[in-house]
């Protein structure tokens, strides 16, 4: 099976800290994608990439950057976390299509900036 | 940008009830995708359709690629189907639904 497994399964971090937000999965996806999950906004992409040390931004990219530097591991960061970054955080991967491939998530990271 | 609704946003059901779920999108796709996602817990895809209708257990995925609609089917629905399901709109990346939150009484 399939696994996408992210580092922390909950943060609590003070607003200004540089937060890392690791994913590493362990099929040769070239897919990675970073969403953001809120009440009532569903999922919301943040960035995403389809090869090494690639990325793209998502729909809401602003505070955040991704690093990708080998093709299993996809990094956030949030360069100086904010109260309104308190969120669930999850990383998926998929085989490499434009048109999207079947998407394995991890089980997210709920993250409160305090 | 594509616009994707889904219906209804809450489903309270019974036991052994027939079930589907809408999803609506506003521009041709590549492919359209159903998640599913239990509280507390990660998100597990069911379904990834670009035409007609996939079958898996008791579930059903449908596409009507010129009504640009797909629907999400459970037959003989059980407590343990309780969970939110998502529908995702792929063209040059996903654009995702809000999601309906389903409850299954026993």
């Known amino acids: 099976d399939v696994k996408v497994t992210q580092s922390s399964r909950y943060l609590v971090k003070r607003t200004g800290e540089k937060v890392f937000l690791e994913c590493v999965q362990d099929?040769?996806?070239?897919?990675m994608f970073w969403y953001r999950q809120d009440p009532g906004l569903g999922l919301r992409l943040i960035y995403f990439s389809y090869d090494v040390k690639m990325k793209e931004k998502g729909d809401i990219p602003e505070g955040y950057s991704v690093s990708r530097e080998k093709k299993e591991r996809f990094s956030l960061i949030l360069e100086s976390a904010s109260t309104n970054q308190t969120s669930m955080y999850l990383c998926?991967?998929?085989?490499?299509?434009?048109?999207?491939?079947?998407?394995?998530f991890g089980s997210g990271t709920q993250l409160s900036v305090l | 940008k594509n616009e994707v609704e889904q219906s209804p946003q809450n489903l309270t059901a019974q036991e052994g009830e027939f079930i589907t779920i809408n999803c609506s999108y506003s521009v041709g796709i590549s492919a359209l995708h159903w998640l599913q996602q239990h509280p507390g817990g990660g998100i597990v895809s069911l379904f990834m359709l670009s035409s007609g209708k996939k079958k898996h257990g008791r579930l059903i995925a449908t596409i009507n690629i010129q009504e640009k609609h797909s629907s999400l089917h459970i037959t003989a629905s059980h407590p343990r189907d309780s969970a939110v399901y998502i529908c995702a709109a792929s063209l040059e990346g996903l654009t995702f639904g809000k999601g309906t939150h389903l409850i299954i009484q026993p």
């Open positions: 998926a991967s998929s085989f490499n299509s434009r048109a999207g491939g079947k998407l394995f």
């Open positions: 099929m040769d996806h070239e897919n």
